[in-house]
């Protein structure tokens, strides 16, 4: 775990500086405990993957405690910064179901076991977000009778926002992966080499040279390397392509959408190709995709807003001719494993979906997303990468060169 304390090291977080941000924002709050119940939320204060359902309660004073199902509890334990003396399994048994053993922890903070305890409630297009259940919230409210319980996930969001230097570098890493991944790809299917290739082939052959180099998972919950060719591409509005069985054709497109993971830093981009012959169609296509690209990196840099993003590059499709191609929407969020989707806080006009006037801030970290489909032609692309904002520009962090290659 030298990697934990190592403050040269390249992928350092200072996690027990995070954990007293946090207890100062609980404090400016009055929330006298917090439950901490998401992914995101366990990945950004423990540094480790907890698959199965997992808690962390952290005090107004002192470590935090991961709760996780008793079969990973050594595991999650090896991983974090917190050792095993902070990481505790539950299991059907007296008294240690995840209900009973986390109300009784949390009691011995509070002053005659009562207080204001802060909890994750909410919705997310991301179905393993981790959110309380009604039961969970119904059966910890009762177990802690005398408590009041607090919405208060805002108060990781907004820390979370702007990455420091050990997380930006975990995802360059993840990113520079993923780039080995698409080289592996690519030297697979040229020269022909994609005849009698199925989707799944292409996803297995990205997966084998990332974990080669170093990568943990291929961590997306969309069916971990999306690829999809012929008209699987060009699905309307279509941005989840888990690959299928369907051999590689010629005179088709290919969408290659890989993903690694790195100490929880995630490495996601998309590159494209057209299999010859290619008609003038196609390539019409392909080069407004590009193009639009090529913009649209060009646009993001701290003071804008997804709203003012996408107002210039659908004014850009409509000049071009192409805008009934493309969704309308260009970025996503991202962070530590777990941290999807979403950008910023929940402070929009629709609960729980990015505030399309979130000012972008230096640091901040998303992903460049955008989906072009014509399923009247069977073509489609789309385009992901993470990068970081600055004042001036967006540093992309996968250098794979953008274009939509003809593979002969």
Not at 139 to 146: H, K, T
Not at 265 to 279: C, I, Q, R
Not at 313 to 324: I, L, P, S, V
Request: proline residues 5%.
């Amino acid at each position: 775990m030298t990697h934990h304390t190592n403050i040269k090291n390249p992928y350092f977080i200072d996690f027990p500086k995070r954990i007293k941000d946090i207890q100062a924002e609980m404090g400016s709050q009055g929330i006298d405990c917090y439950l901490g119940s998401r992914l995101r939320t366990l990945s950004w204060t423990a540094d480790a993957f907890c698959p199965w359902r997992s808690f962390v309660v952290i005090p107004a004073d002192g470590l935090p405690t991961v709760f996780t199902f008793v079969i990973d509890a050594a595991r999650v334990a090896d991983d974090s910064w917190l050792g095993e003396d902070n990481v505790m399994g539950f299991a059907p048994m007296g008294g240690q179901d995840q209900i009973e053993q986390i109300a009784d922890f949390i009691k011995d903070f509070l002053k005659n076991g009562r207080g204001r305890i802060g909890v994750e409630s909410g919705m997310s297009n991301y179905l393993p977000e981790g959110w309380l259940t009604h039961y969970e919230y119904t059966q910890f409210q009762a177990a802690l009778s005398g408590c009041e319980l607090i919405n208060a996930h805002t108060l990781i969001d907004k820390l979370a926002l702007i990455k420091d230097q050990g997380t930006i570098n975990r995802f360059k890493e993840a990113s520079r992966i993923v780039d080995i991944g698409h080289h592996a790809v690519f030297d697979a299917i040229k020269d022909g080499g994609y005849k009698g290739m199925t989707e799944t082939e292409i996803a297995g052959i990205a997966a084998l040279a990332m974990r080669k180099a170093g990568s943990e998972w291929e961590w997306s919950f969309t069916g971990g390397n999306e690829i999809a060719s012929g008209y699987r591409t060009g699905f309307a509005g279509g941005a989840c392509t888990p690959a299928s069985r369907r051999q590689l054709q010629p005179g088709e497109p290919l969408m290659v959408d890989i993903h690694a993971m790195f100490k929880l830093g995630l490495g996601d981009h998309s590159h494209n190709y057209l299999m010859a012959p290619v008609t003038d169609r196609q390539r019409w296509h392909a080069d407004n995709f590009v193009d639009i690209v090529k913009t649209t990196l060009e646009t993001y840099r701290a003071g804008t807003t997804p709203s003012l993003l996408a107002e210039k590059m659908m004014g850009f499709a409509e000049e071009r001719g192409f805008a009934d191609y493309m969704v309308p929407g260009f970025e996503h969020g991202i962070g530590l494993m777990g941290d999807e989707w979403r950008i910023g806080l929940n402070d929009g006009p629709f609960p729980y979906w990015t505030n399309p006037d979130h000012v972008y801030q230096e640091n901040e970290l998303l992903i460049c997303a955008m989906q072009y489909a014509c399923p009247d032609d069977n073509i489609g692309f789309r385009y992901e990468n993470p990068i970081v904002i600055h004042a001036d520009h967006c540093e992309p962090l996968s250098k794979f060169p953008l274009g939509v290659d003809e593979i002969r």
